[in-house]
Each structure stands twice: as structure tokens, then as C-alpha cells.
């Protein structure tokens, strides 16, 4: 998390999800907050990297975007609300609600893996722009097994329907049932109308791999924040 800022302490811990802005300058008339070791009652004051800032004693390390990494569950849409099912977002924290999160691109409802959650619009941006080429790996349980043809039609590009296509994708057998599929663009359920357009069904779907990121540490439902090399490789794939 090493970006270089300049930010108000109020605006550091309000957008870390601690506390309001309000609440921030109680808190340091109240003598809970310290600036480099001493007692700090303004909130306007600017700081950045070098300073050592700590409420009620503990360090806040304060980072402009946040980027966590999901391993998405069955049964919760990636939206900000939904009248009928859970999102993703009341896996995480309760404070972390008003930090402006929101996914990079969408997985249905019942796809589990990868899925990566930040408030970097640009990046996010870019990672989704098929210009890019980022690549993602799905590994799909399918109703029929995958000839070598249908792996030939795709690896080429193919029809989904009457009025879209699908870049090319690689589709390697993992046994009868199971395939990897690496996509290269972000398409509205694409995955599953690239089976269906070759006369087939995915059964279960999950996103294994997201430019280079895996979840393999992490239990459905669990998440972390993405480590600083796997955001600059996030960040090198966009720029290459
Ligand atoms: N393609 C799909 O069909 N579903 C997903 O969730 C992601 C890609």
C-alpha cells in the first residue's frame, strides 16, 4: 500500500471506515488521536506516508484505495443492493460499506472464485476494457463432454448468438466433466453462452484466476486484502 498521499487526518480515518468525520474531531478533543507520538486536537492537519498516526494507540496505515479479494460463495449477487438475495458486500466488514467499493466486473449469482472488490475506478476500468486483453481462467463443470471441435470453434472466436461474438478463448480438458477456460474479455455471462452456442451446459462455474490473482488461500465466503505485488501485477497487466 505504498502510494504517496497528502490527506486531512479527518478524511484518513473517515475513509479507512472508522469513524465519521465528526466523530473524528471528538475523538482527538477527547486526546485519542496522536500525530507522530504526540496528541493532535486538529483533524484539518495534512499528513502523508512518513507519519506515524494512531487512534487510541493503534497505527493507521491509510491507503487512497483499497483492493480486497473475495473468494465469492454461492448464493450472492455482486451489486451494491438487492431487494431479494445477499451481496457480496455484507461479506465484508460493516464499515467498509460507505468506502465507495464496488466489484471489478460481475460473476453470477451461483459462480464462486475470484472476485475482486476496490474503489480504484481507474484500474478496475482498465482491467475490464477489452482492449487490455486481461485474461481470466474459469474452470467449468459442464453437462456433456467438450470435443476437440468445439475446442477448435472456440480457440478461434465464434458466434454466441445471432448479433455477438466471443474473442477467442482456450478451453483445456481437465477430465470428461471439467474444463479451464481462459477468456480475454468481459462479457455478460459469457462463459456459460459459450457452452451453450457449442450445444452444451455449465453446471458449476468458478473464476480461478483473475490476471495472475488466485484465491486458493481462502475459503468460499473468506477474504483479504490483495497483497502490494499482486496489485502491481494487477497494474502491470493493464500496461503491457
Ligand atoms: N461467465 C458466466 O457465464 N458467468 C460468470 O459468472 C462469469 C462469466
Partial sequence: MSEVYNERIDKIISAMGLMSRKDCARAARNGRITLNGAVTKA???????????????????????????????????CAAEDGKYPTVFELLPK????????????LDMNTTGVLIITNDGELSHKLL???????????????????????????????LDENDTALPADITRVDEHTYDIKVYEGK?????????????????????????ISCNDLENGEWRFLE?????????????
Avoid at 48 to 69: A, H
Wanted: glycine content about 6%.
Fill in 188 to 212: 455478460f455471462h459469457l462463459i456459460k453462452r459459450i457452452f451453450l452456442a457449442l450445444h452444451n451446459q455449465v453446471r458449476e462455474l468458478e473464476r480461478i484466476d483473475f490476471a495472475g
Fill in 95 to 106: 464499515n467498509y460499506l460507505n468506502l465507495g467499493l464496488f466489484t471489478v466486473g460481475r
Fill in 129 to 159: 476494457s477489452p482492449k487490455n486483453k486481461v485474461v481470466k481462467t474459469y474452470r467449468a463443470i459442464t453437462k456433456f463432454p467438450v470435443s476437440q471441435n468445439d475446442i477448435n470453434i472456440a480457440a478461434k472466436g465464434m458466434k
Fill in 228 to 240: 502490494d505485488e499482486e496489485i502491481n501485477a494487477l497494474k502491470e497487466a493493464v500496461t503491457r
Fill in 43 to 77: 483533524v484539518d492537519i495534512k499528513i502523508s506516508n512518513t507519519d506515524v498516526l494512531c487512534l487510541d494507540g493503534e497505527r493507521i496505515v491509510y491507503s487512497k484505495y483499497m483492493y480486497i479479494l473475495l473468494n465469492k460463495p454461492k448464493g450472492y449477487v
